[in-house]
């Protein structure tokens, strides 16, 4: 069984998951991981898929999308396994703002710098006001009050408001 | 304050199911508190708790029994405010819930997963103590409220999965090494 990732994008109408799905699971493919939004009124939507069939099979199957206003890419992708998460910590980024380039390259770069990952991220501009959460891992111990000293003065250079929360999990 | 902590046997430690596993998924039944049975089950959650790292309570039907008995302890979880110590309750029934917060939880019957779930923080809750059949009647608030409801939740056939807030709020479980 080999993984494929697919990403449709395009103009919204309902019924666009079920029509993909059901080709998909006649192809015998089975829809792993995926998560789908909409940007700006545009479905967007990627999707890890394990399967037999080829990428070309594959890609004919979903091709009546494009006469939906959808494009749709299949591309081969490996299995990636997912390595333990070290002593590390999470925390949730929330940042907002009057909407201006380069936020999200400041911020980003920020994380980056100091080691941090990003597992999840929005981006949400509405009106002017422009608004970024993002989930952050650290392979090493990383201490909330430092990073939000360090991202805060970050953000004041492009004009956004930082709030750091740490994304505890209790297992109960 | 009447105590909840009752003598019971030496409990043994019974195999944690995971979901999909249909037990998890069904109400649990009412049973008789004083029922030998149900005494030897409430000794075999405490131990089998014990045993499980990070671990602050168990449903019944997590060890697969679909009977309506828990055991909790958060006495050393950082956000427990009141506690109640170590205990097993039997037919437990949530009688008032309220302030409601929203907080990351995971499940040792969904190792892979956490979700965004909002639970009460103020919580009154009855039931009785395995053994004696005494009926008992705790208020609790913050931590131990939240996972007396996570396991209540449980005895009903919900896991947490079934109450998480947005589409989004499901994550990929992060298994630190210590």
Known sequence: MALMAIT??????????????????????????????LLRG????TLIVGTDASVDQVAADLAFLASDDLVVSVLPVTDEQQEPDGPGSSFVISVHGADRVGIVAAITG??????????????????GLYVVVAEVDFAEPM?????TTRLRAVGQTVGVDVAVQPADQDVL | MTPLQVEL?????????TAPAAVLSEPCLPVDPADPDVVRLAADLLATMDVSPGCVGLAANQVGVPWRVFCLDVSAHPKTRTCHGRFVMVNPQI???????????GCMSVPDFTG?????????????????GEHVT????????????HEVDHLDGLLFIDRVVSAAAIHKRKVYLD
């Not at chain 1, 029509?19 to 995926?34: F, G, I, K």
């Not at chain 2, 009688?95 to 939880?105: P, V």
């Open chain 1, 8 to 37: 449709v994008l395009g103009h919204d109408r309902p019924g666009i998951i079920a029509d993909v799905t059901a080709t998909l699971a006649q192809r015998d493919a089975n829809v792993e991981d995926s998560s789908m939004t």
């Open chain 1, 42 to 45: 545009h479905f967007a939507w």
């Open chain 1, 110 to 127: 920020a994380i980056a710098s100091y080691g941090g990952n990003v597992t999840d991220l929005q981006t949400r501009l509405g009106g």
């Open chain 1, 143 to 147: 201490d909330a009050e430092v990073l």
């Open chain 2, 9 to 17: 046997p030496d409990g043994v430690v019974r195999e944690v199911v």
């Open chain 2, 95 to 105: 009688l008032q819930a309220s302030r409601n917060e929203k907080a990351r939880e």
């Open chain 2, 116 to 132: 965004d779930v909002k639970r009460a923080s103020r919580l009154v809750v009855t039931g009785q103590l395995p053994g004696t």
């Open chain 2, 138 to 149: 705790l208020t609790t608030d913050a931590f131990e409220a939240r996972a007396v409801q």
